[in-house]
């Protein structure tokens, strides 16, 4: 069965330093999504990407937040400077197309700032 | 703002009925429903559409009241596969790209 796919799992990174988070979403998927947990939290809403611009982003998603889709498989995220708050785990989601409403996550990605 | 779950926890036997709930202050479109084991990713249940509709998915199945903008999950003679945290997630508008979810009911089924 697809699923999506997420690297690395566990990432440890200094404050200060950039990020990216990477995600292969479902083949023939067109829309895709960004979230964050914090542990022992709700999940949190980031950005929803499709036909290569940002859709929707939230809040949380400033500056120092980016997406991109450099190829046809990939979709990552971005964190230029990271801050200790930014720890969390990261969800990747795709979904098949506008009148399919499930959305599917990847395993995420548990981002570590120290 | 984010939709509000109730209850927080719940722990049931093997067997026992549960209903989750989901309020929102804003007109919803949808409601989706997930369930996240442990340490794992957030599967998704099911949606529930505006327009009252009730679905099913096994013994699991849910509701969305249009005027009191609730929906309401129910597990049906839970089994042990059925714990993890519950989320729901509200949609404002059809294509509004934008789901937020609530804070979680944590459900636990002992033997």
């Known amino acids: 069965e697809p699923e999506v796919t997420q690297t690395p799992s566990h990432q440890v990174t200094q404050m200060g330093q950039e990020v990216i988070l990477r995600c292969v979403p479902i083949?023939?998927?067109?829309?895709f999504y960004w979230y964050r947990q914090i542990l022992g939290q709700k999940v949190e809403f980031l950005v929803s990407?499709?036909?290569?611009?940002?859709?929707?982003k939230s809040e949380i998603f400033d500056d120092q937040f980016s997406v991109e889709r450099p190829d046809g498989s990939n979709f990552t995220l971005k964190i230029r400077s990271t801050k200790l708050e930014d720890s969390a785990m990261y969800f990747c989601?795709?979904?098949?197309?506008?009148?399919?409403?499930?959305?599917?996550f990847g395993p995420g990605t548990r981002l570590t700032v120290t | 703002q984010q939709p509000v779950q109730s209850p927080q926890a719940v722990i049931l036997r093997e067997g026992e009925d549960a209903v989750i709930n989901c309020s929102s202050s804003k007109a919803l479109y949808s409601v989706h429903w997930y369930r996240q084991k442990h340490g794992e990713a957030p599967v998704f249940l099911m949606i529930?559409?505006?327009?009252?509709e009730q679905k099913g998915h096994e013994k699991i199945s849910a509701s969305f009241n249009e005027k009191k903008q609730q929906s309401s999950l129910y597990l049906t003679a839970s089994q042990l596969s059925y714990s993890g945290t519950y989320f729901c997630?509200?949609?404002?508008?059809?294509?509004?790209?934008?789901?937020?979810f609530g804070t979680g009911t944590r459900l636990t089924i002992i033997p």
């Open positions: 989601a795709s979904r098949a197309d506008r009148i399919s409403y499930e959305q599917y």
């Open positions: 529930l559409l505006k327009g009252g």
């Open positions: 083949s023939n998927h067109l829309y």
């Open positions: 990407f499709y036909n290569n611009e940002i859709s929707e």
């Open positions: 997630g509200t949609e404002l508008n059809f294509g509004n790209e934008k789901l937020t």
